[in-house]
């Protein structure tokens, strides 16, 4: 008996030992280093499979090493009876809760680049972002040609959510960094420079201007559109890997988004976000910005890639250029490039509220949609917006959604019947 009791105390220092270092190895080397880690200690004491993510998760919240990887989505408020003032509201972070740009990332595990081999990229079309401070990790790249005011000028677009987006976000990039571009063959370190963003919660792509004795090296892809049940194809790099991956077929062609299936496990992803989505012409018809990683529901999405357009356009504009921003189907507000939803707001025909959403992580044109079918009385939209703006420093893209932090915003009044805006509020 004491042999027993004493080998339950010995596991039990074991398990509780391992959990620290698991989250560290999780969030260093990905899932596989962490499900090692703990079962090396305890190999009964976690269930295996798609149950190993929450237990995991029940045991090192108590560390503190595992941060929460779901941002919190607003929800639609009840009717407001008897309002007769529309008011902005926002909601506060509290201390050390993950970004929006955190909490994408933190879904991707991370990956040690010296202990992976190096495949090389067939091509010049695509380079690997490299995080400040950490050239392991590695995010993907897309160059591109636009025609602007009869001149073809080259680019670069990355997902915005790779860029931090708090001072002491550290993991990602800033407005300066490496993009490392495989010419025949051989890596070539290019320094790579963020002049136009649209926010996570948005479009979440941004633009990349390089050198110009450097564009040579590049070989720059032309735009394209897609088509419904397209098949497409992406390459890419994932876990710091070239990756080729074909049969992306189309399931939904969406105003922000292209939803397409993902014949690549989730938990190979990682890194895979700023890569071409390409057609059977080889055109860039999108930028790939993430994945749904519900099991039921597994697809990806990505950003059309006529909005990067847009971005030339605020490049060349000190950074002022019009996005038609789609509410519904018959619904656009056109929307400054770096501007970002906060919150949106249905009024009656004497401005009182009526219902109102506010966006805390990413704007979902089918919510609104379904509140204006829950209101058809509804007379007007108020949709008000805040501008994602640099540190003094560049390196991070700073992001906040609380009214009470005295950050410009802009407010937009939509007459839903007669099809039209009617006034613009600034701060």
């Known amino acids: 008996m004491y042999m027993k009791k004493l080998f339950a105390l010995f596991f039990c220092f074991n ?38 993510t929450q237990a995991f998760r029940n045991i090192t919240a108590k560390t503190g090493q595992l941060l929460d990887r779901t941002a919190r989505i607003g929800r639609p408020n009840n009717v407001l009876k008897n309002s007769a003032k529309a008011s902005v509201s ?20 991370q990956h040690n680049h010296a202990q992976m081999p190096s495949r090389i990229a067939p091509d010049e079309h695509i380079f690997q972002a490299i995080a400040e401070g950490d050239a392991s990790v590695r995010f993907s790249g897309t160059v591109f040609a636009v025609e602007y005011n009869g001149k073809k000028e080259i680019y670069g677009a990355i997902a915005t959510h790779i860029v931090p987006s708090e001072a002491d976000d550290y993991l990602g990039v800033s407005r300066h960094f490496t993009a490392v571009v495989y010419h025949k063959g051989k890596p070539v370190s290019i320094p ?81 976000c700023g890569s071409p989505l390409l057609n059977e012409k080889n055109e860039l018809v999108g930028i790939h910005t993430g994945s749904s990683f519900n099991p039921n529901r597994d697809y990806s999405f990505a950003t059309p890639s006529h909005y990067l357009r847009d971005l030339v356009a605020a490049y060349h504009n000190k950074g002022i250029s019009k996005i038609a921003f ?35 992580f990413r704007f979902s044109r089918s919510k609104v949609s379904t509140m204006l079918k829950e ?36 407010t937009y009044f939509y007459d839903l019947k007669d099809d039209k805006l009617i006034h613009v509020e600034e701060e």
């Open 15 to 52: 398990l509780i030992s391992a959990a620290p270092l698991a989250a560290q190895n999780y969030l260093k080397s990905g899932r596989p280093a962490a499900e090692a880690a703990l079962s090396k200690s305890a190999p009964k004491a976690l269930p295996r499979g798609g149950n190993f």
């Open 90 to 109: 926002g909601q506060k972070s509290s201390s050390g809760k993950k970004t929006l740009a955190q909490a994408i990332r933190a879904q991707l595990p």
């Open 192 to 272: 790579a420079q963020i002049v136009a963003s649209s926010p996570v919660s948005m479009l979440d792509i941004s633009l990349v201007k390089f050198p110009d004795d450097k564009e040579a090296l590049l070989k720059p892809l032309s735009l394209g559109t897609v088509q419904d049940g397209e098949v497409l194809y992406t390459i890419g790099f994932a876990q710091s890997r070239f990756r080729y991956i074909p049969n992306r077929k189309v399931i939904a062609n969406l105003p922000f988004s292209i939803r397409t299936t993902m014949p690549l496990p989730s938990n190979q992803r990682s890194g895979l």
């Open 326 to 360: 789609y509410v519904d189907e018959n619904i656009a507000i056109r929307l400054n490039s770096d501007e970002y939803v906060t919150s949106i707001m249905l009024l009656d025909e004497f401005g009182h509220a009526l219902a109102e959403e506010n966006i805390s």
């Open 375 to 410: 209101y058809p009385q509804a007379e007007f939209l108020k949709l008000t917006t805040k501008t994602v703006h640099w540190t003094p420093d560049g390196n991070a893209l700073l992001v906040t959604r609380d009214w009470l932090e005295k950050t410009p915003s802009k």
